[in-house]
């Protein structure tokens, strides 16, 4: 009699576990930790340490109380299409290097040194700025696409090698992209870069504009001159890469509205300045603000001059097609 009661016993818990099962999935309930938030690159989002202790406590006793399956789901924090305007810091650089003749200013302000350099960027990853390029932010204005949270553009003028040799290395490092400014009449020569440290650059990730053919003042020259140092640049770049370039940068930020016209009617789709400014729209694609980073300045001013964050919201993540796409990856 007692074994008897003891399997009535047994056979009604086990009826009133199923009928809290049936009932825990009708109602939906999800009994399955919360995996970290992503960003675009698949880094884990800092979490408080009191989060960090209390999630797995809680999380552990939902699975022993339901035995539900997991169904994990993952956010990231996105800039969303939508705005007419958008502050996105464009950094401008040139030489990554040590000033080799110390009384020429204009060359030390020029003059990142590699020991700054990377700890700007190492500054920006750890602040959780993430790189895009032009093309970025192009489809965001565009409504095409989202921006990562705390968006920032890295820009290198005139192809120097030292980009190849000394930038690169530290961006690729912290998976970081950037654009760098061709003239591609200075390809292969000294101090330059060469065509296939371009194309490999290019396949990295790298996105590859035109700066003109001899780095002429545009505003001085004839219709035949503008035509020649904006339209062939662009078509180097193109025959070299085998893909459009879209982007291009004035020579010494010098420009009017013949110049704007020629860089348009050529079909580029942007062209960066080096007036000072973080707000870009599709209005004054032609004539884009960048931050100029000069030698020597110290990492707080580096800081300052990066300008107001938007604000984020989470978001389902994109498509693997149209996330973004880290150096070397």
Not at 25 to 45: I, M, Y
Not at 124 to 139: K, P, T, V
Not at 265 to 277: E, K, M, Y
Not at 317 to 325: E, I
Request: net charge negative; glycine share 8%.
């Amino acid at each position: 009699m007692e074994g008897a009661s003891l399997t009535g016993r047994a056979g009604a818990c086990a009826l009133i576990v199923a009928a809290v099962l049936s009932l825990a999935q009708a109602l939906g309930v999800q009994a399955s930790p919360r995996p970290p938030r992503l960003d675009t690159l698949g880094a884990p989002a800092r979490t408080t340490a009191a989060s960090r202790e209390d999630e797995p406590r809680r999380h552990a006793f939902a699975l022993r109380s339901l035995a539900l399956p997991a169904q994990p789901s993952v956010a990231i924090e996105a800039i969303l299409p939508g705005k007419a305007a958008i502050s996105v810091p464009i950094l401008m650089y040139h030489y990554i290097r040590v000033n080799p003749i110390p009384r020429d200013r204009i060359g030390f302000g020029l003059s990142v040194t590699p020991t700054d350099f990377e700890a700007q960027v190492g500054w920006l990853a750890a602040n959780g700025y993430h790189a895009i390029d032009l093309r970025d932010l192009d489809s965001y204005l565009n409504g095409a696409r989202s921006l990562p949270s705390r968006p920032v553009v890295l820009t290198f003028d005139d192809g120097y090698e030292d980009f190849y040799t000394t930038a690169y290395p530290v961006l690729r490092a912290h998976r970081y992209t950037a654009v760098s400014y061709v003239v591609t009449g200075f390809v292969g020569a000294p101090r330059y870069m060469t065509a296939a440290q371009l194309v490999e650059l290019d396949a990295a990730g790298i996105e590859i504009g035109a700066h003109t053919v001899t780095h002429a003042d545009l505003t001085r020259l004839d219709g035949a001159g503008m035509r020649h140092e904006i339209e062939d640049s662009k078509a180097m770049l193109e025959g070299l890469l085998r893909h459009p370039v879209l982007d291009f940068c004035y020579p010494s930020g010098k420009l009017d509205g013949a110049v704007v016209q020629q860089v348009e009617a050529a079909g580029f789709r942007s062209a960066t300045t080096t007036a000072a400014g973080t707000l870009h729209s599709l209005g004054d694609r032609f004539s884009w603000t960048r931050v100029r980073v000069e030698g020597g300045e110290s990492l707080a001013t580096f800081a300052e001059r990066l300008g107001p964050q938007e604000a984020t919201v989470l978001v389902a993540p994109a498509p693997p097609s149209t996330l973004f796409t880290p150096v070397g990856q």
